[in-house]
């Protein structure tokens, strides 16, 4: 069993900052790549922002130059820095874990919400 917490979110006002993070534990081989999704209410859940083992990331164009995805291999956990947040930033974000054997890993999501 592998369980994903993730914690972070909350209410903030545009151009604020928020960080997030998710361990990652139980019975997890080494991990490849880790990333965070997000979906907003009446949209598909999208890419935010991925990072393999190695360090290598990607980012959707939305996000670029506001978001940092970094990790711990150490602790299983990777975070997302939200910088200059906005109003279309709102929605439910899940981190994902993909281990070496292709087993694929969903948190249950955090909220985020940009509002003044």
């Known amino acids: 069993q592998v369980q994903l917490v993730e914690s972070g979110g909350g209410l903030v006002q545009p151009g604020g900052s928020l960080r997030l993070s998710c361990a990652a534990s139980g019975r997890i081989v080494s991990i490849y790549g880790m990333s965070w999704h997000r979906q907003a209410p009446g949209k598909e859940r999208e890419l935010v922002a991925l990072?393999?083992?190695?360090?290598?990331?990607n980012y959707a164009d939305s996000v670029k130059g506001r978001f940092t995805i970094s990790r711990d291999n150490s602790k299983n956990t990777v975070y997302l820095q939200m910088n200059s947040l906005k109003l279309e930033d709102t929605a439910v974000y899940y981190c994902?874990?993909?281990?070496?054997?292709?087993?694929?890993?969903w948190g249950k999501g955090t909220l985020v919400t940009v509002s003044s």
């Open positions: 994902k874990v993909v281990d070496y054997n292709g087993m694929v890993y």
């Open positions: 990072i393999t083992r190695g360090g290598s990331t």
